[in-house]
């Protein structure tokens, strides 16, 4: 299936390291800042991950983003 999420982080929060292992995951940033740990994202930018990609989540300022999760049929 597939599901979508609009996802506020306060400022300073932050995720540990984590992965979805039957899910892709996609993030675009609507507002503020977000960071994983690969990029410094601004709104507008976009990630998508495959399935089991371990990744951080993080927010200096606070941000709002959309992220889409797509259940792995493999």
């Known amino acids: ?3 979508a999420e609009n996802q506020r ?4 929060a932050s995720l540990q390291s984590h992965g ?3 899910e ?5 940033v609507l507002s503020g800042d977000f ?3 690969q990029w410094d994202m601004r709104p507008g930018d976009y990630v998508y991950r495959r399935p089991g990609v371990a990744h ?7 941000a709002e983003v ?6 792995n049929k493999g």
């Open 1 to 3: 299936g597939l599901r």
């Open 24 to 28: 892709f995951e996609q993030v675009m």
């Open 9 to 12: 982080l306060a400022p300073g």
């Open 56 to 62: 951080t989540a993080a927010s200096t300022r606070g």
């Open 35 to 37: 960071r994983d740990n």
């Open 66 to 71: 959309l992220v889409v999760f797509h259940k």
């Open 20 to 22: 979805h292992p039957d």
